[in-house]
């Protein structure tokens, strides 16, 4: 006689997915909302390009700071320890900016904001990585897709925030009570698993690693790139209204939600290097069309095939970073320090192609960093497209 008993170990874990998709809708909201605020602050502190671009250099180095700690919060204590600790401080970190009343204390607003978020960044993609293995099938690009809905939904709040006539300020505080009411969801579920006693956090996983580290410092360079200074590329060169404006990341935001809500599909049927190939050569065309021709019809067909195209490159990345070090916040941190301490020099440099070339430059080469992904895509790991066939 025959028994069946249900395998436990494989049920789907349907708790905590929903928790990772509420941080992930946070985090985003958050970016996105932060995004259509650029302008307007650069305005207000009566900012040059150059300026705006050390503010940023300020956000990211907050980001460099905070992602080994991340890193290690997480591998010493747990995913889920990590999430709740670092979304805590990326809430509070949303509204250090509307305190802010020089460049000063605007550069170190973003630089604690900074790290909240890209902690945050690492430990959401580490519970997602679990997640995703406990799971047993390629879920990563849907939690990025959830990141996207969060960031178009914040890019909206923020459009319509200022069509009604309101301060930068109010997006702010509406993003870190919608965060905060996300995060109080999220918290009973997460599964604190990835606890590994704290052994070295950043332990270099060997040289095979090096083209996903640079692959996910150029993404997120593009990425990030975009959500900086599509905003001041519209306002500034297509001469957009502020709504208008605001409605150039809309549009990336946007057609990012929708690869990334195929993203897993694409990425089962063509594999994860057919995926960062294309991806990043359609970005790259995006770009170049928001470069040479800056109208502000042209310029939003641009970002939205920049943003179709990008859609799945971080993901892809991220989930084969997790299989690259001694555990998966070990390999994140890695792989996402990598790019973060890279793209530390983005943000001065687009600053200075802008001051001293323009920014049309400045966007070419954004979009030949898109194309450096393409040509680094075939070199990763041999254990990068496991997932993809899982």
Not at 59 to 69: C, E, K, R
Not at 300 to 318: C, T
């Amino acid at each position: 006689m025959t028994s069946f008993t249900i395998d436990t170990a494989r049920a789907k874990p349907w708790a905590e997915r929903m928790a990772v998709i509420a941080l992930f809708i946070a985090n985003g909201f958050g970016v996105g909302a932060w995004a259509t605020t650029i302008p307007a602050l650069k305005l207000r502190h009566g900012l040059s390009d150059g300026s705006l671009s050390l503010v940023l250099f300020a956000l990211t180095l907050g980001g460099v700071i905070g992602m080994p700690l991340a890193g290690y919060i997480g591998q010493r204590f747990g995913s889920a320890t990590a999430c709740r600790v670092t979304a805590l401080w990326y809430a509070v970190g949303l509204l250090l900016p509307t305190q802010a009343a020089s460049f000063g204390t605007l550069a170190v607003a973003c630089f604690a904001m900074g790290s909240g978020n890209a902690s945050m960044d690492v430990s959401m993609n580490v519970q997602a990585s679990d997640v995703e293995r406990r799971w047993g099938s390629a879920i990563m690009s849907f939690f990025h897709a959830c990141w996207s809905i969060g960031a178009l939904a914040g890019a909206a709040f923020g459009a319509i925030v200022f069509a009604q006539g309101l301060e930068a300020n109010w997006i702010l505080w509406g993003a870190a009570v919608v965060a905060a009411v996300l995060l109080a969801v999220a918290f009973g579920s997460l599964f604190n698993g990835d606890a590994s006693g704290g052994s070295p956090i950043l332990s270099f996983p060997g040289w095979s690693a090096v083209p996903l580290c640079l692959a996910l410092l150029l993404a997120m360079l593009c990425e990030h790139a975009v959500t900086d200074w599509s905003g001041v590329y519209l306002r500034v060169r297509a001469l957009a209204q502020p709504a208008d404006a605001a409605a150039g990341y809309v549009f990336f935001a946007g057609s990012m939600l929708v690869g990334r809500l195929f993203g897993d599909t694409i990425v089962h049927r063509f594999g994860r290097t057919t995926v960062l190939r294309m991806g990043s050569l359609l970005a790259a065309a995006g770009l170049l069309l928001v470069a040479l021709v800056p109208v502000q019809l042209p310029c939003l067909i641009g970002l939205s095939l920049a943003g179709f195209g990008i859609a799945n490159v971080v993901p892809a990345l991220f989930s084969a970073a997790s299989r690259i070090g001694t555990s998966a916040s070990a390999g994140i941190a890695i792989a996402a320090t990598a790019g973060y301490t890279g793209f530390l020099s983005g943000p001065p440099i687009i600053g200075g192609i802008a001051t001293t070339v323009g920014l049309q430059a400045a966007m070419v080469f954004m979009a030949a960093c898109a194309l450096a992904i393409a040509l680094l895509s075939g070199r990763l790991p041999a254990s990068a497209p496991a997932a993809a066939k899982t």
